[in-house]
Antibody, heavy 119, light 110 residues
Framework: EVQLVESGGGLIQPGGSLRLSCAAS????????MSWVRQAPGKGLEWVSVISGADTYYVDSVKGRFTISRDNSKNTLYLQMNSLRAEDTAVYYC??????????????WGQGTMVTVSS | QSALTQPASVSGSPGQSITISCTGT?????????VSWYQQHPGKAPKLMIYEVSKRPSGVSNRFSGSKSGNTASLTISGLQAEDEADYYC??????????FGTGTKVTVL
C-alpha cells in the first residue's frame, strides 16, 4: 500500500525552527518529485516546495527560510523550517506531484501534520 | 505566484449539475494543460479528482468532468449527490517546477 506519513509538527515560538518528516512506503522518494503543501486554519491549499533530483523549488514566501531534502536510505522527505512566523501556522501535507502518469497532479497525500507558530 | 481564483461557494440540489470555475493568468493556467482538481472533506487530506484538465484517475466517478478555455478551467459535477459536499481546489503547473492552487470552493448540496 502506498502511504505517506508526516510527523514533526507542534507548537513553536516565532523565530524558531522545526523539521518535518514524511516517511514513504510503497513508493521510492528518490525516484519521484516530492512536495510539501500547506493549509492555514480555515484557508486554502498553498504549494510550498518540491524536490526533483538534486533540484529544489520554493514558493516566494518561504525562500531562504525553508529547506526541502530527502534521505534515500530512510525513504523519507524532510522540510526544515527556520525563522518561523505566525503566518506559517498550517497543516503541512507531504504529497507527490506525479510527473509521469498524472502530469504533475498530486496523486498521493499524507494525513498532514500541524505546525503552530505562536508565543 | 498568486492563487488561482475560484468562487467561494457553489450550491445545488441533488441530481443537479454545478460548475466551478478556476481563473489564472497566461503565465500559469493559460500556458499549460496541467490543471488538476482536488476534493477535500473536513479534516481530511485532499483527493485527486481530475488531472491534465479533463482526465479522471481510476476510481473517480464519471460524474466529475473538467475543461479549460484560455486562462479559465472548470470542474463540473453532474448528478450532484450528498457525498459531493466538500471543498474543491484547482491547481496548475506554473512553470519552472512550481505549482499554484486555487482559492477553493465550498460545494453545498441543498
Amino acid at each position: 500500500e502506498v502511504q505517506l506519513v508526516e510527523s514533526g509538527g507542534g507548537l513553536i515560538q516565532p523565530g524558531g525552527s522545526l523539521r518535518l518528516s514524511c516517511a514513504a512506503s510503497g513508493i521510492t522518494v528518490s525516484s519521484n518529485y516530492m512536495s510539501w503543501v500547506r493549509q492555514a486554519p480555515g484557508k486554502g491549499l498553498e504549494w510550498v516546495s518540491v524536490i526533483s533530483g538534486a533540484d529544489t523549488y520554493y514558493v516566494d514566501s518561504v525562500k531562504g527560510r525553508f529547506t526541502i531534502s530527502r534521505d534515500n536510505s530512510k525513504n523519507t522527505l524532510y522540510l526544515q523550517m527556520n525563522s518561523l512566523r505566525a503566518e506559517d501556522t498550517a497543516v503541512y501535507y507531504c504529497a507527490r506531484p506525479n510527473s509521469a502518469s498524472f502530469k504533475h497532479a498530486f496523486d498521493i497525500w499524507g494525513q498532514g501534520t500541524m505546525v503552530t507558530v505562536s508565543s | 505566484q498568486s492563487a488561482l481564483t475560484q468562487p467561494a461557494s457553489v450550491s445545488g440540489s441533488p441530481g443537479q449539475s454545478i460548475t466551478i470555475s478556476c481563473t489564472g493568468t497566461s503565465s500559469d493556467l493559460g500556458s499549460y494543460n496541467l490543471v488538476s482538481w482536488y476534493q477535500q472533506h473536513p479534516g481530511k487530506a485532499p483527493k485527486l479528482m481530475i488531472y491534465e484538465v479533463s482526465k479522471r484517475p481510476s476510481g473517480v466517478s464519471n460524474r466529475f468532468s473538467g475543461s479549460k478555455s484560455g486562462n479559465t478551467a472548470s470542474l463540473t459535477i453532474s448528478g450532484l449527490q450528498a457525498e459531493d459536499e466538500a471543498d474543491y481546489y484547482c491547481c496548475s503547473y506554473a512553470g519552472s517546477t512550481t505549482y499554484v492552487f486555487g482559492t477553493g470552493t465550498k460545494v453545498t448540496v441543498l
